[in-house]
């Protein structure tokens, strides 16, 4: 079974870093695509960001210029680092990713590591 486990949440102040990652782990033969989403409170869940098995990566325009996303293929881990991090980023950060297992190729979420931004 594939799972997907994100840390690196947090507090932290406006203005300031986090670097969230997320593992995934299981039987995987390769993961296609990962990507970053977000849900603030009465929201609905946004990509934040994504990136390819090749590290071409996109971005939301919210975000462009203060988030990057990377990833390591060799520890099946993507990372996202946020900086000059603002109230409005607050929220539940989700990992997402297609992976290839013995099972197929299917598409897996992680449980969500939170994020407040506030002083």
């Known amino acids: 079974q594939v799972r997907l486990v994100e840390s690196g949440g947090g507090l932290v102040q406006p203005g300031g870093s986090l670097r969230l990652s997320c593992a995934a782990s299981g039987l995987i033969f390769s993961i296609n695509a990962m990507s970053w989403y977000r849900q603030a409170p009465g929201k609905e869940r946004e990509l934040v960001a994504a990136?390819?098995?090749?590290?071409?990566?996109n971005y939301a325009d919210s975000v462009k210029g203060r988030f990057t996303i990377s990833r390591d293929n060799a520890k099946n881990t993507v990372y996202l680092q946020m900086n000059s991090l603002k109230p409005e980023d607050t929220a539940v950060y989700y990992c997402?990713?297609?992976?290839?297992?013995?099972?197929?190729?299917?598409?897996?979420w992680g449980q969500g590591t939170q994020v407040t931004v506030s002083s």
């Open positions: 990136i390819t098995s090749g590290g071409s990566g």
């Open positions: 997402n990713a297609d992976v290839s297992s013995y099972i197929g190729t299917n598409n897996y």
